[in-house]
């Protein structure tokens, strides 16, 4: 029996590889974000959210960067959650606030920090200064959230969202104020509702994904990453070049902690903006963002935590780094 031959290793095939496997990582994730927005959008009575916060948006918004510790979600399934929790009275910088801090603050990726940087055997409760990046990590990344959250306190939905959401928000708002609420469906009805609404969300947000898992695709396997040591000898190109790489190598923000603990040529302050600004910003982000909000603001996001996340980076680490030896 003859075997057919392989095909012969090509640049179009490194791509299509590269591509399905960030695809298989990120999609199941999408999918369970887009089943929890329906959800959601069926389940979750309109207005709890604005009854059950406090009254102060300042408070609301602090309490938000801690939203990941119960609701782990990750930067791919965050996005058509926070869309729906805003339709449903979530404050604008509550939901800002939450979308940044999620993908960082929560249990799973303080474990994969942990285990990435081999802190866990150093870690205790007695000790916790061992686990320095980890504690770097969640802290700088809650700080991060919550300044820009509190930032979006000052503008109206409509300033800040696609026109469409911000309608269906005023629709909302309209129909509370006025009691025409929608008449009470069964359970099953909901049910029915969830999936329509997730299959939407699924293919309106897998779209932006897939072009930016293409681009992330093509400078994966097109680019020389041998070029990353000599930028990491120039401390000037050293933090903007790293968090760069983080936003095209669009990482999943439980494994991102295990690309960068090896790059041994790269400072720990550095290291620290790519596990910051990763989960917030990199390239899948950047279509999918553009979904939800106008893009003025997308930009905001992407130039405000740039610079923000790279000015923040090397003092933080050496305050954990200081506060870890006394």
């Known amino acids: 029996m003859t075997l057919a031959a392989l095909p012969d290793p090509s640049a179009t095939g490194d791509i299509f590889v590269a591509f399905l496997s960030i695809v298989f990582e990120g999609a199941p994730y999408i ?85 990435a940087f081999k802190e866990f055997q150093n870690w205790s409760w007695d000790t916790p200064g061992n686990a320095t990046m980890t504690i770097a990590r969640l802290s700088l990344g809650y700080v991060v959230a919550v300044i820009v959250g509190l930032i979006f306190i000052r503008f109206k939905p409509s300033q800040i969202l696609r026109e469409k959401i911000a309608a269906q928000i005023d629709t909302a708002n309209a129909a509370a104020q006025t009691g025409h609420a929608a008449p009470k469906a069964s359970f099953n009805g909901k049910l029915v509702h969830a999936m329509r609404t997730a299959m939407r969300d699924f293919l309106d947000t897998g779209m932006y994904f897939a072009i930016g898992v293409v681009i992330t695709s093509v400078f994966n396997t097109r680019v020389d990453q041998a070029i990353l040591d000599t930028i990491a000898q120039s401390d000037v190109l050293a ?54 909000f106008k893009r003025k603001v997308v930009l905001g996001f992407l130039i405000g935590l740039f610079v923000l996340i790279g000015g923040l980076a090397v003092p933080w680490m050496n305050l954990i780094q200081s506060l870890a030896t006394k």
Request: proline share 7%; aromatic share 8%.
């Open 31 to 115: 999918l369970l974000g887009t089943l929890l927005s329906g959800m959601i959008d069926a389940f979750l009575p309109a207005r709890l959210l604005e009854r059950v916060l406090p009254k102060s948006r300042v408070i609301s918004t602090f309490l938000a960067g801690f939203l990941g510790l119960v609701f782990p979600v990750c930067e791919c399934a965050i996005v058509p959650v926070i869309r729906r929790l805003v339709q449903k009275g979530l404050p604008v910088s509550c939901a800002v606030t939450y979308m940044l801090s999620a993908p960082i603050v929560n249990p799973i990726v303080a474990i994969s920090t942990l285990t």
């Open 239 to 292: 933090l903007p070049c790293i968090m760069g790489l983080a936003m095209v190598l669009s990482l999943c923000s439980t494994s991102d902690a295990f690309i960068a603990a090896p790059m041994a040529s790269f400072s720990m302050a550095a290291k620290l903006a790519f596990l910051v600004f990763g989960p917030m910003m990199d390239i899948k982000l950047l279509f999918m963002y553009s979904g939800v």
